[in-house]
């Protein structure tokens, strides 16, 4: 049998490390997936610390295992949701009520909003055709901010100004799961509170669930936000 050269060597090389690299990452999507399924479906979070950076790195195939599996997509978004939440909940309450900034969708105001927008986003006139007027001073108490936003740029621009210490976002699952995964990679102590309807224009949420959020301090446990959506 002829020997082979030096290049079929290396082409050999480079496919063992490049199967042995993917069924590394098999494992690893597996694992994660077995995780996350326990994890939903006994309602506590089992190796967070190796879970969330999963959630990132084999998000596709992660997701792809679940649609095999016939489960829903949002289950799994809202998992990562509340998995940040919880592991941000101690360092949240951490922080000072003036240090925090709370950015709230512009969808959630009335189609008859007429709130000017600003460069700090839309200010709200408290003109009640909305539920953010009713809600916005107990928002602020404490010297928290609050911001009514068209989109994350804003978000990003607002935080780079203020830097707070902590920010609570609201928004739909995608906006809320992809807003603490922006908050992680700027090193920023973040809560997400999902929507209870979607949609562009005038989208509704539980703000019980918000102002137990926005208050917590020092020992509170995270009872609604861990519990939803
Ligand atoms: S209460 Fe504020 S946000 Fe709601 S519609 Fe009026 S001005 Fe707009």
Not at 47 to 61: A, C, D, S, T, Y
Not at 69 to 94: P, V
Request: charged share 25%; glycine share 8%.
């Amino acid at each position: 049998m002829a020997s082979l050269t030096s290049l079929d060597q290396i082409v050999l090389v480079l496919g063992y490390i490049v199967l042995v690299a993917a069924i590394i990452i098999l494992v690893y999507a597996l694992l994660i997936f077995t995780l996350t399924m326990v994890s939903i479906r006994r309602g506590r979070f089992y190796l967070p610390r190796l879970v969330k950076p999963g959630l990132i790195v084999v998000e596709g195939l992660l997701r792809s295992l679940w649609k095999a599996m016939r489960l829903d997509d949002r289950e799994l978004t809202s998992f990562a949701i509340r998995l940040r939440n919880q592991m941000n909940h101690g360092r949240f309450c951490a922080v000072p009520m003036e240090q925090r900034a709370i950015f709230l969708p512009q969808c959630l105001r009335s189609a008859d909003c007429p709130a000017d927008l600003t460069i700090e986003g839309l200010r709200c006139k408290r003109c009640m055709r909305c539920d953010i007027g009713r809600v916005i001073d107990q928002l602020e108490e404490g010297g928290r901010k609050v911001f009514i936003v068209p989109g994350s740029t804003f978000v990003r621009r607002m935080v780079k100004k203020y830097r707070p210490g902590a920010v609570v976002g609201v928004g739909c699952l995608l906006e809320v799961k992809e807003g603490l995964e922006m908050a992680d990679s700027m090193d920023m102590v973040a809560m997400g509170v999902v929507t209870s309807k979607d949609g562009c224009v005038e989208t509704t949420m539980e703000w019980d669930k918000l102002l137990e959020v926005v208050n917590l301090v020092p020992g509170d446990p995270l009872t609604a936000i861990s519990l939803a959506p």
